[in-house]
């Protein structure tokens, strides 16, 4: 009788340990374009979630309609939420163009409060436009080598692997 109590306790002990109760945040979004067609395909879209003072990013991809799904990051398994956190459009399969402003997104508790979703909408497009008003302002910009002529003779690689190359900074 004693016997069949105590390994009762430890079975129970066993499935108790064995329980995780997961205290991550969901954080759900979408990510659209501007000038796709209807049916585009998304999936690919990389999307990083940032939150102060956590040293780790979380990285989401876009299914085909452009909804993602992550935790927040954390340090610990079990610390409290950050509200101070942002979700970075980073990149897809294909070359995308985007206002600075339409690439990041603060992060806030969704209505029911069951999980997160951003603030304001990450959105690009896929092709640059010239008669795109942000170029004016210098929110797009190019970065391109310069190659500077030299005599084919010489038999050199050219001039832009032996000039130093500084890119312009924050351009996606």
Request: overall charge neutral; hydrophobic content about 35%; some cysteine.
């Given at each position: 009788m004693e016997l069949n109590r105590l390994i009762a306790a430890l079975f129970f002990a066993l499935v108790l340990a064995r329980i995780d109760l997961s205290t991550c945040h969901v954080v759900k979004g979408s990510v659209t374009?501007?000038?796709c067609q209807l049916n585009h395909d998304f999936s690919g879209i990389k999307v990083l979630v940032k939150c102060d003072q956590v040293k780790k990013l979380a990285v989401a991809t876009t299914e085909a309609d452009g909804s993602?799904?992550?935790n927040l990051p954390s340090d610990t398994q079990h610390s409290s939420p950050r509200l101070n956190?942002?979700?970075?459009?980073f990149g897809g399969p294909n070359q995308l163009y985007a206002y600075r402003k339409n690439t990041v997104s603060g992060i806030v508790k969704a209505g029911d409060?069951?999980?997160?979703?951003?603030?304001?909408?990450l959105s690009f497009s896929t092709t640059r436009s010239s008669s795109v008003k942000g170029e004016k302002n210098g929110e797009f910009g190019a970065s391109k080598t310069v190659d500077?002529?030299?005599?084919?003779?010489?038999?050199?690689?050219?001039?832009?692997?032996?000039i130093p190359f500084f890119p312009i900074i924050g351009i996606p």
């Open positions: 374009c501007l000038d993602f799904k992550t956190c942002l979700a970075k459009l409060g069951s999980f997160y979703t951003i603030s304001t909408p500077l002529p030299m005599p084919p003779e010489w038999g050199l690689a050219p001039s832009s692997y032996y």
